[in-house]
């Protein structure tokens, strides 16, 4: 990330680092065996790490955060890498990591797709990815273009001001895709049930989307 962003991060609230992602229980993959090793790039506090490991679906951990510092208990986050990951990997053996995370972290970046090249080494065979991106087709998003003329930075969400990137659906696919892995699953999160189902029908369901999630897997040689 350009230097420049950090005083833009010094603004957020504590909220905004330290939730644990605890949504992405259904999607870990089950073909890994528990425990496994996991790394997750934009870690933030390293809530979500502490939770994995606590949990025991994880018996090695780590973290990558530029912007934080790390706040669990101790022995929970294994190694902690305070870098930039866009300039400099973490110090792991290839194929030592069997899960990768990149949740809402990806769209920060100014080049996501070299840097999710850079650290697929990193990942062992077999391997997978959970990857969550906003979404910028949500229909918020769309009425304010269309009707107001809006395009305005908040300080969460979708126009995050620290975002430098935006993703649909295929485009977050390309991006989970980039260095060869397969999607498996992907997952567009919405609150309103009812209106998906309607949408649906017309091909539109992607427009209550907050974001996407998308678990892929590296391919075997």
Same mark, same amino acid.
């Given at each position: 990330?350009?230097? #420049? +962003? &950090? *005083? ?12 644990? !992602?605890? $949504?992405? $229980? @259904? ?9 496994? !090793? ?5 870690? #933030? $506090? ?7 490991? *606590?949990?025991?679906?994880?018996? =090695? ?9 790390? !706040? &669990?208990?101790?022995? #929970?986050?294994?190694? %902690? ?7 400099? /990997?973490?110090?792991? @053996?290839?194929? +030592? ?13 100014? *080049? @996501? ?5 850079? /650290? ?13 991106? @906003? ?11 269309? %009707? ?16 430098? !990137? %935006?993703?649909?659906?295929? #485009? ?16 567009? &999160?919405?609150?309103?049930? =009812? ?5 649906? *029908? ?11 999630? /998308? ?7």
């Amino acid at each position: 990330m350009a230097d #420049s +962003s &950090t *005083n833009l991060y010094a603004g957020k609230t504590v909220e905004y680092f330290s939730r644990a !992602r605890t $949504e992405i $229980e @259904p999607l870990l993959p089950k073909g890994l065996g528990i425990p496994f !090793r996991a790394l997750e790039i934009g870690c #933030s $506090e390293g809530h979500t790490l502490e939770w994995l490991k *606590n949990a025991g679906y994880c018996n =090695w951990t780590a973290g990558v955060e530029p912007y934080a510092e790390l !706040r &669990t208990n101790p022995g #929970s986050v294994d190694q %902690f890498f305070k870098l930039d990951i866009e300039k400099t /990997l973490p110090d792991l @053996p290839p194929g +030592s990591i069997d899960l990768m995370l990149c949740l809402d972290v990806l769209e920060h970046l100014v *080049n @996501p797709w070299e840097t999710i090249r850079r /650290l697929d080494p990193l990942l062992k065979p077999g391997g997978f990815w959970i990857i969550s991106v @906003p979404n910028v087709r949500n229909y918020h998003i769309l009425v304010d273009l269309a %009707f107001k003329g809006k395009f305005s930075y908040t300080e969460s969400g979708i126009l995050d001001r620290t975002h430098l !990137r %935006f993703f649909t659906r295929a #485009s977050a696919i390309e991006l989970a895709e980039s260095a060869g892995a397969k999607v498996t699953l992907q997952i567009g &999160t919405e609150t309103n049930r =009812w209106q998906k189902r309607l949408l649906t *029908n017309f091909g539109l369901g992607d427009l209550l989307a907050k974001q996407f999630i /998308l678990v892929a897997q590296k391919q075997i040689a």
